[in-house]
């Protein structure tokens, strides 16, 4: 993180995505964004809406709520 | 309703009863076997394979971890260097898995998008549905739970993982006949005190096997059988024998390297 933005993120788990390539994408659409609960909404939720990109049962919040506890773990 | 569409979905294809193709049993490394699934759906997506279902073991035992997990989150690699159990990333997504040669059968499905339904649930829901009545050939009652999992009396007893590209599809998966459930916890980071026997127990509850539902260990060839019989069923296709092509072998031999590498199996 750079002060309250993300400049760099990797995201890995146990989930589906389709098509898988499209994850490199959610990557790079969130660099830059504020690490604050609206604007992390609106960006993974724009990426859905401008991508199609399928992701059986995760939705946008998860995203967000995962990155929150992660950006919360490096601030400690 | 779902199980409403999933239900015409099925008659629908009931009219068209199409052949595929059913490889024989074949036991291979981590490597190899992923290869061999991913020149499948290129070929089928292709038009130079069928549609394809087939079953298979690995050897040695190989921990897979999904698409987009992270090799050192998620596996003890030292564990698995003592054990001799291979890694491998695989290109579907989902979690990490445990395949033990001894005590596990994987199977794979390979056919065109349109074949199975669009919704990515109900294609799992319809693909599952063959394991879910090889279960039920085995004597005991089975259910799919979405996304991508099989239960038996409320416990997981197989799990899969599908991956759509190229105008195919692709769904793999475990069927559990008898894990090794302790070196499961050993290999998948988890943390020690889940390796207590309080969490062996506890994964007991909610974990379960083929030798455990019907009360001995089948042949493999048996549960084979009873599967084949149920994807038949359920997808209404006729399998028919055959084997991989020249031109299957070649192209995995082309992607086996990649999935043997440092590179891929670190890349998340």
Redesign the interface.
């Known amino acids: 993180m750079t002060g309250n933005r993300i400049s760099n993120i990797?995201?890995?788990?146990?989930?589906?995505?389709?098509?898988?390539e499209a994850?490199e994408a959610l990557e790079r659409t969130l660099e830059g964004v504020e690490v604050q609960e609206k604007a992390l909404l609106a960006a993974v939720q724009n990426f859905y809406n401008s991508t199609g990109v399928?992701t059986?049962?995760v939705e946008p919040r998860h995203w967000v709520e995962a990155i929150l506890r992660a950006a919360s773990g490096e601030r400690k | 309703m779902n199980s409403a569409i999933v239900i015409n979905t099925t008659k629908e294809r009931k009219d068209t009863g199409s052949e595929w193709r059913l490889l024989p049993l074949r036991t291979d490394d981590a490597f190899t076997s992923m290869a061999i699934d991913e020149a499948l759906l290129k070929l089928n997506a292709g038009c130079k394979s069928p549609n394809t279902i087939r079953f298979w073991r690995w050897q040695p035992s190989t921990v897979s971890i999904?698409?987009?997990?992270?090799v050192e989150?998620e596996v003890d690699l030292e564990v698995a260097r003592r054990y001799g159990v291979d890694v491998v990333r695989r290109?579907?997504?989902?979690?990490?898995v445990f395949h033990d040669h001894d005590g596990e059968l994987t199977y794979s499905v390979v056919c065109r998008q349109g074949d199975v339904p669009d919704d990515?649930?109900e294609s799992y829901m319809l693909i599952c549905g063959g394991l879910v009545r090889g279960f039920g050939n085995l004597g005991f009652r089975a259910e799919f739970k979405?996304?991508?999992d099989v239960h038996a009396n409320g416990k997981k007893i197989s799990g899969s993982?599908?991956?759509?590209?190229w105008g195919s599809v692709l769904q793999h998966g475990t069927v559990l006949i008898s894990p090794d459930i302790r070196k499961m916890f050993e290999l998948l980071k988890v943390s020690r005190e889940k390796i207590s026997d309080k969490f062996i127990a506890s994964v007991y509850e909610r974990v379960t096997t083929v030798e455990r539902e019907i009360g001995r260990k089948p042949t493999f060839e048996e549960v084979r059988e009873a599967m084949i019989a149920g994807f038949e069923d359920s997808l209404n296709v006729k399998l028919h024998e055959g084997g991989l092509t020249d031109e299957e072998l070649e192209l995995t031999k082309k992607l086996r390297p990649k999935y043997a590498s440092d590179e891929w199996l670190r890349k998340?």
């Open positions: 990797s995201i890995s788990g146990d989930f589906f995505m389709y098509p898988e994850i399928l059986p049962m | 999904g698409c987009f997990q992270s989150r290109i579907t997504g989902g979690g990490a990515i649930i979405p996304v991508n993982a599908q991956t759509r590209r998340r």
